[in-house]
């Protein structure tokens, strides 16, 4: 992967671009289609067992302290739903390492709409509703906390979640983010051919000046997650999401760093062969300067050093973790997800349970 070349824009692409953001939020069949390569999780499975429904092991108003495994939400990526294959596959081979698990898939503006709310919205609003929807389930709500997987841009959002909504909607013990995008992007992705016109536009127009417009802040996704850092001022002064999450400006926001420095596990795991975001070093929270290529690891960094979010707190309690898992950008294999979810997930840790104060 190359960060030299700074793509220019040529007026064709511009057009391009302003088409695709005006049409396509009035018309939902411009939305980009299913064939459109985006960031649709696939699992590569041995043997694909049955399906059998997922059953909640915690049934709600229960303070059990038995050792039954936390439920899991799980927030998919951008083009992705939450009712797709690959995340069906997610909840069972959960349900294989930690039978019983209560596995609830979020939906950030309804099932049927969530593969244009994952292109298109604000995602400040859809961050509270979430928060609102999960605080209102009667599993989630009720248990002692949950576990979070976040595929791609759903990782950030999720760590959102955390920061913004930690102190009153369901607790989360460990966050797990895979490929997410933690730093920002610098393209929208990398574009699969010639013909792919969805990406190609929407790389345009992050490379436009209108990128920073309330318009394009409020309402195309992956704009609130853009962040290059030879254009860092008009980062700090528009970005509607990641600037604000990461406490990137003079005011740093408490709630967020103490919200964060709460979790168990923050889990962050790199695609070693993503060929799709850019820079895929996003994923371990590292900055990319995309003129030059070179990459400052995060714990040389501010944001780690003067712990603006809580991470430095995170890792002295060996809370925060960088694993690689080998594959393009979610192509996983289910022994990487065993792995992973044998680690991270599955019931609390008895001590964990012994010293939680609970409200009888
Ligand atoms: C900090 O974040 C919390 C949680 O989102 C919010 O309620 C609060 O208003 C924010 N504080 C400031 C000063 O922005
Ligand atoms: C996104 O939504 C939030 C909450 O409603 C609002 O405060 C913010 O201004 C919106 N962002 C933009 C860029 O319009
Ligand atoms: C990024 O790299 C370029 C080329 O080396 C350099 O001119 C520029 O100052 C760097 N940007 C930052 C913010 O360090």
Redesign the pocket.
């Known amino acids: 992967m190359s960060y030299h070349a700074k793509q220019s824009i040529t007026p064709a692409r511009k057009m391009l671009a302003f088409v695709f953001l005006f049409v396509a939020p009035v018309f939902p069949f411009a939305l980009p289609p299913h064939d459109v390569n985006l960031q649709d999780l696939t699992i590569a499975r041995s043997n694909r067992a049955q399906r059998v429904p997922l059953q909640p092991s915690i049934s709600p108003l229960s303070t059990d302290f038995d050792d039954s495994p936390l439920p899991v939400i799980v927030w998919h990526g951008l083009g992705d739903a939450s009712n797709a294959d690959g995340l069906a596959d997610t909840g069972d081979i959960i349900n294989e390492v930690h039978p019983g698990t209560y596995v609830h898939f979020i939906s950030a503006n309804g099932e049927s709409d969530d593969r244009s709310a994952s292109f298109f919205g604000n995602v400040t609003e859809q961050i509270d509703l979430v928060c609102e929807t999960l605080a209102k389930d009667p599993i989630l709500s009720t248990a002692l906390a949950v576990d979070a997987i976040g595929f791609s841009q759903g990782g950030q959002f999720l760590r959102g979640y955390v920061e ?1 909504c930690g102190s009153w909607a369901p607790k989360v013990r460990s966050l797990v983010t895979f490929g997410s995008q933690h730093n920002g992007i610098v393209e929208f992705q990398k574009c699969k051919g010639a013909t792919d016109f969805v990406c190609h536009a929407a790389n345009a127009l992050l490379k436009s000046s209108t990128v920073w417009s309330d318009y394009v802040q409020s309402h195309l996704v992956p704009a609130q997650y853009y962040r290059d850092l030879n254009d860092y001022e008009n980062y700090l002064a528009h970005s509607n999401f990641l600037a604000d999450i990461n406490n990137e400006r003079n ?1 740093k ?1 408490e ?2 760093k103490e919200n964060l420095a709460q979790l168990e596990k923050f889990v962050m795991i790199l695609f070693e062969d993503d060929n799709t975001v850019i820079p895929k070093e996003s994923g371990w929270f590292a900055e990319v300067n995309a003129t030059s290529g070179h990459v400052t690891l995060l714990k040389n960094r501010p944001i780690y050093q003067e712990n603006w979010i809580g991470l430095k707190d995170l890792d002295e309690k060996g809370g925060l973790v960088f694993e690689t898992v080998r594959g393009e950008h979610m192509q996983l294999k289910e022994k990487d997800l065993k792995r992973i979810f044998r680690k991270y997930l599955g019931p609390l840790r008895k001590d964990a349970r012994d010293g939680l104060k609970v409200d009888l």
């Open positions: 913004r005011h926001n709630t967020y």
